[in-house]
């Protein structure tokens, strides 16, 4: 059966998304991952090394490459741009075919990071102005790939299944239910996304591969502190112990918080996705994996 699927490469597999995503891309193709890469001790594939990742690319041979690897850390990014273009953009440059018409597709995850903030509701027409190194540095990637008639699907916020270690809501989760308080942003605005939907719209982009840009974020606009009281509310403890707080300049890259929402791209091949808001999504929980 897996000779009739497609290959799909998935790097990043063993970060968050990655590791969220990587059971349903192999249902619907023969996945591979790329190894994983420690930066501390150089143990591993590190993807900014071209010729380890020219030979990745050749003993895999993939049909479509998934690109998740990056230095999501905006503060870190800021602080030290090199490492940012290195993980962001050169990787991206890496695997990436030479000739366009006869590599393999890219599917390039990037990020709501690369508008300012300062409007929200983007759209997938809407013109980048990133306002962090983060932002540039996707920015700087997504153009290799469009270039490269890859595609690029913007999301953010992304939120994984309840039980997921580590995560925004299996921390809040635990603190909610011992009856803590916790603070939540009431300045920063996203689009928060469910990492199964866009494992789906992911599925759909890798199946189609039809190049250009596209939105996949959830439907509802959210402060973090809403966010935060839908999911106190979903758990049937007080709302009261998530209290609002303000998030400076510092702890989002130096630059001010504002509304990063997304507009979803509601054409082929996602006009079938199911990309909710976190309502609905809360609405299922704990039912929805
Ligand atoms: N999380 C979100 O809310 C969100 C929203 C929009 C877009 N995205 C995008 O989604 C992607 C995945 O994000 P994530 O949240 O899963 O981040 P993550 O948990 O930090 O995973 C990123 C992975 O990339 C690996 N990596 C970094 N540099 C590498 C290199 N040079 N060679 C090989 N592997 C390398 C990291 O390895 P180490 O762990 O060893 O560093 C890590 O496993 C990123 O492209 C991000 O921009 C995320």
Redesign the pocket.
């Known amino acids: 059966m897996a000779a009739n699927k497609s290959k799909v490469l998935l790097?990043?597999?063993?970060?968050?998304?990655?590791?969220?995503i990587s059971p349903v891309l192999a249902e619907h193709f023969e996945l591979m991952k790329?190894?994983?890469?420690?930066?501390?001790t150089g143990e591993?594939?590190?993807?900014?090394?071209s010729s380890a990742t020219r030979q990745l690319m050749k003993d895999i041979a993939p049909n479509v490459v998934v690109?998740?690897?990056?230095?999501?850390?905006i503060a870190r990014c800021e602080r030290e741009p090199e490492a940012a273009w290195?993980?962001?953009v050169?990787?991206t440059r890496n695997l990436l075919p030479a000739d366009s018409t006869k590599g393999p597709h890219m599917v390039?995850?990037?990020?709501?990071?690369v508008f300012d903030g300062q409007e929200g509701g983007y759209t997938d027409l809407d013109f980048p102005q990133p306002a962090t190194v983060?932002g540039q540095t996707?920015r700087q990637a997504e153009l290799l790939v469009l270039q490269a008639g890859g595609t690029v699907v913007?999301?953010?916020?992304?939120?994984g299944p309840a039980h997921q270690p580590g995560v925004l809501f299996s921390w809040a989760i635990e603190q909610l239910q011992q009856n803590q308080k916790i603070e939540a942003f009431t300045n920063v605005f996203n689009s928060p996304?469910y990492?199964n939907d866009l494992a789906t719209a992911l599925v759909q982009l890798c199946r189609h591969r039809p190049g250009g840009i596209y939105h996949a974020a959830g439907s509802d606009r959210l402060s973090r502190f809403e966010l935060l009281r839908l999911l106190a509310q979903r758990l049937g403890v007080n709302i009261e112990l998530v209290q609002p707080s303000f998030c400076p300049k510092e702890a989002n890259g130096g630059v001010e918080p504002g509304d990063l929402s997304l507009v979803c791209s509601r054409r082929s091949p996602l006009e079938s996705v199911r990309l909710r808001g976190a309502s609905q999504v809360l609405a299922d929980w704990p039912m929805t994996t």
């Open positions: 790097t990043g597999a063993y970060g968050f998304v990655g590791q969220c790329s190894p994983p890469y420690d930066e501390v591993g594939l590190d993807l900014s090394d690109h998740l690897a990056a230095l999501k850390n290195t993980a962001n050169q990787t390039f995850l990037s990020s709501d990071y983060y996707k913007r999301s953010g916020g992304l939120y996304t990492v």
